[in-house]
């Protein structure tokens, strides 16, 4: 199941519910084609046969870093933020779930211990990369579900 988490006409990201559990088969897209990051699930019979290809180059302007998270083990809150820190509401995600965070800020807190994967575009540079503030005050959460 596929939840969009929206602020004003932005997507702060999607979140697929239990992934790999989908049954739909052929290549299923989650992200808009304008995303900077593509994901989608491909579910094919054995004996498919995906041809060979390769990308071409070109200059893609990109702006800003996307993540996507994909849950192998334990419960993470996701807290969403405006793009001027400002908290607006968090998501649970669990195993086997997977978030693509496209815009706005963001933070998270350990529920249960987790192990995840995490993808991004590189290069990273930690000076520029990222700008840290204050999490929000843990009375003032809000769980969305």
């Known amino acids: 199941m596929k939840q969009v988490i929206r602020y004003k006409k932005k997507i702060l990201g999607i979140i697929v519910k239990n992934a790999i559990k989908s049954k739909k088969e052929g290549i299923q897209f989650f992200s808009p084609s304008n995303f900077t990051q593509q994901l989608g699930l491909f579910n094919h019979r054995t004996g498919k046969t995906i041809k060979p ?29 405006k793009n001027r820190k400002e908290y607006l509401y968090s998501k649970i995600i669990r195993k086997n779930d997977l978030i693509i965070l496209n815009e706005g800020s963001h933070g998270f807190k350990v529920i249960k211990k987790v192990k995840m994967f995490e993808v991004k575009q590189g290069p990273y540079y930690k000076k520029v990369d990222k700008i840290k503030f204050e999490a929000v005050d843990e009375k003032k959460v809000k769980i969305k579900k």
Do not use: A
């Open 53 to 81: 290809h390769t990308h071409n180059k070109f200059i893609r302007k990109i702006n800003k870093t996307t993540e996507v998270l994909f849950i192998l083990d334990g419960v993470l809150r996701v807290d969403f933020y």
